[in-house]
């Protein structure tokens, strides 16, 4: 089972402090909208989102379908096929897919340390 791309969400309270923090640290901006309070940040294979506004933890995140440079992937586990996966194996999920639909969506659940964890598929 393919996970896609890994990167850690921050919840971000100043995005524009976090933002030129992270510079320093030698991270680059390879998207998002800063005034929507968004921003994806990269240095090497490792990515950082920035939400400023948008979440109340860190989230752990997934993309089913896209490799580390955001480009499609020929071949991918889709996330609803991710989510039988891990229904099957007991795991609780916070947010689930629907089961029916195809292309973009996504999943939510937490580790047993209270984690999130999400697969955001955007294809």
């Given at each position: 089972?393919?996970?896609?791309?890994f990167s850690v969400s921050l919840?971000?309270?100043?995005?524009?402090?976090?933002?030129?923090?992270?510079?320093?640290?030698?991270?680059?901006?390879?998207?998002?909208?800063?005034?929507?309070?968004?921003?994806?940040?990269?240095?090497?294979?490792?990515?950082?989102g920035l939400f400023q506004g948008?979440?109340?933890?860190?989230?752990?995140?997934?993309?089913?379908?896209?490799?580390?440079?955001?480009?499609?992937?020929?071949?991918?586990?889709?996330?609803?096929?991710?989510?039988?996966?891990?229904?099957?194996?007991?795991?609780?999920?916070?947010?689930?897919?629907?089961?029916?639909?195809?292309?973009?969506?996504h999943i939510i659940l937490q580790?047993?340390?209270?984690?999130?964890?999400?697969?955001?598929?955007?294809?």
């Amino acid at each position: 089972m393919d996970l896609g791309a890994f990167s850690v969400s921050l919840a971000v309270k100043d995005i524009a402090a976090s933002k030129a923090f992270y510079e320093k640290l030698g991270f680059t901006t390879m998207g998002g909208e800063q005034s929507q309070g968004w921003l994806i940040l990269k240095n090497g294979d490792t990515i950082i989102g920035l939400f400023q506004g948008m979440f109340e933890k860190n989230i752990l995140t997934f993309n089913p379908g896209w490799d580390q440079n955001a480009q499609n992937l020929a071949e991918f586990t889709d996330v609803r096929d991710i989510q039988k996966h891990l229904l099957a194996q007991g795991v609780t999920l916070i947010k689930t897919a629907d089961e029916s639909s195809s292309g973009p969506e996504h999943i939510i659940l937490q580790d047993p340390d209270g984690n999130q964890i999400m697969f955001d598929q955007h294809r």
